[in-house]
């Protein structure tokens, strides 16, 4: 092989010594030599010396030349030697054959020298040039690998920074946010409590640009993984609807929701980042919609292939539009339509940027229409798996109620088509208009009809409607009556008026499902999301374990809990968490993740392997809860996690799912009678995938014969109260208890 400075090296393979002498002779001045007479010999020869190039005679006794070059093609260390075959052979065939071997050119006998001398130095010349090439890449990719290398490590270097910085952002927050709440809870002043809601409200805000900012740095660098868990759409929209209630309504905007896509009811994804893109939507339309208006957020269409479902959703408003020079950098992180100093809207301009990136990451797309001065429709596309085995729709009703006639009213179009579309999937007949008087004459006058009306809902907010009016009339017809609004600072005041129920808007299948069946008097309506007084009052006299080593935090927690009589024990490390386990028992441990000496990870770990057979639920408490906090944190044995800042009603939310209600009557002691009590799961799961309540009744009735529990307990109540996904959610934690497959 040639070096810089060094002659290049020339094998010649010929059978023929006088062959061998001639070429050699021809080539002496310019080259070095290494020889051969027969192809084995050959083989061994350029292996060992690696010559530049190879003058290869093709009619060979035993091995060929043919025979010889298919070997050091075959052979890594010699397969990019170029070999000139050397043959008294001239015809066409021969030499395509050679070519097609990999030979790079002919030299025919007898030979001149001038032919042998041109023919040599042109190849030498194009590897020469060849290896300069290969050297120029390989130089090039090395710096190439090490500029990626560097590229991934300060890559990497500024995820942690992100990670950090969230971390420590969030820790004075969490006290901000944490203490203002507490301080609201005390008697004062109203000025006082403004100062303190400004507090509150700003320390939410700011929370939410560090959520941006660690989410854009996760997504950026592909670091952000999807959960794949069974979800319904009604946990999103439940989602959306407590996060933007008071936010609309702040600006009096009505949100509607239009989902009556039936293949989208039941998923298999990550609701959370479904619902964080229509928060980013929708948070813009808010913002850039006029007081008094309304804003639609729905789903469009569902493409089932195989087992996935593609879904198109929307966010459309009737606010100011968007300029058309601005759509195409729309998505562009930290940009904004309007730049100007007197911009009335704020933000850091990257939500959208953001909401793109989910978007792609859940296999789907975004994009816009948009009308400056006329409002925006965003819609975008997620993939999803099916959940497996057909599951009817559970929004069933007993036969009293199962076949009304309904008249709804509302001065917005697009919640009546709503709310039409959800009562029609019911099996109900449905008439739908926006004039209240009329509305209510007519649904007097048909009493006496073969076609009475059954049911009223009624906008409390049409603009010029007396509905208390129209209420009292109703209610002396006896027909039942549902007042709806999309503003929640008015419920408790329209349940204080005689209307039978109140819907609060946006309307989707659930809550209206939920609204008629207590109108009707067939659920108490007690039992809902949110966290009642009695709730909390379970929570009175618990031991609480918290293992926290700020102070501030520390005290935060401990507060809020005294604040529903529960004691508490801190420990300020995992090793004092061990040592508090060896003299006390506990109703649950709080256990922050990020601590000197051992983390909240090795401390479960220890904890689980230390105490063997212990069944205090482990809740996890972060300030950076990431999704590969989500798998090592299970993997590590906690049973639940809370996001600092930490609110008191995720506090309590969190300890009401975990820890064990002792409040069951004498002689209910929990038992499980195994085979009798899998057979009984089996059988009722089924009958709450089909939706039948007669069926769940006897299986309820004979399952508590072998499974006797709180959660049992939960489980008849919500199926009492036809909340069959919920019952079916509950059985399938009976059945993870008791290690049942399902």
Known sequence: MNHQGEKYHIAVIDDEPINIRLLVETLTQEYTFSVATGGKEALAVIEENQPDLVLLDIMMPEMDGYAVLTELKNNEKTWSIPVIFVTAKGEDAEESKGFSMGAVDYITKPFTGAIVRARVKTHLDLKKHRDQLEDIVKSRTKQLLNAKKRAEAANEAKSLFIDNMSHELRTPMNGIIGASELALDENTTPKIEHYLNTINTSGYRLLDIINDILDFSRLDSGKLELAARPFRMREVLEGIRNEFIEKAGAKKLELVFDFNIESLRVLIGDPGRLQQLFSNLLDNAIK??????????????????????????????????????????????????????????????????????????????????????????????????????????????????????????????????????????????????????SAVNDAIASKDTESPVNLVILDTTIPGSDWKTHCQKLKSAGITLIVSTPFDSEVSHLYSNSADN????????????????????????????????????????????????????????????????????????GVDALDALKTESFEAILLDLLMPEMDGYATAKAIKENFEGITTPIIATTAVFSDKDDVASMMAGFDDYIGKPISKERLFATLLANVNDEGAADGDEDFFDGENASRMIGELSNALRLADPEHIIACIEEAKQFIKSSAMRQLEAEANDYEYDEALDTLENIAKTYNVDL
């Not at 339509?337 to 296999?363: C, E, F, N, P, Y």
């Not at 009695?534 to 809990?561: C, F, W, Y």
């Not at 604040?563 to 024990?569: D, G, P, R």
């Open 288 to 437: 850039f919609s006029s007081k008094g208006g309304h804003i639609v957020i729905g789903a469009k269409s569902a493409e089932i292939s195989f087992d996935q479902t593609i879904g198109t959703f929307f966010v459309e408003d009737h606010g100011t539009g968007i300029a058309e020079e601005h759509l195409p950098i729309l998505f562009e992180p930290f940009t904004q339509a309007d730049t100007t100093s007197t911009r009335q809207h704020d933000g850091v301009g990257i939500g959208l940027s953001i909401s793109k990136k989910l978007a792609h990451t859940m296999d789907g797309d975004i994009w816009v229409e948009s009308t400056f001065d006329k409002g925006s429709t965003f819609y975008f596309t997620a993939t999803f798996k099916q959940q497996p085995g057909e599951r009817k729709s559970t929004l069933v009703f007993p036969n009293e109620i199962d076949a009304l006639n309904v008249i709804v009213v509302d001065d917005l179009a697009e919640s009546r088509n709503s709310i039409d579309k959800a009562l029609t999937s019911f099996g109900y007949q449905v008439k739908t208009t926006s004039d209240a008087i």
């Open 502 to 573: 109140v819907l609060l808007k946006p309307a989707c299948k659930y809550n209206l499902h939920r609204a008629i069946l207590s109108g009707f008097g067939k659920t108490d309506n007690t039992r809902n999301t949110s966290i009642l007084p009695n709730d909390i009052a379970r929570l009175a006299g618990k031991k609480i374990l918290v293992v926290e080593d700020d102070p501030t935090h520390s005290d935060i927690i401990i507060q809020m809990l005294a604040s529903a009589m529960v004691k508490t024990k801190l420990a300020t490390n």
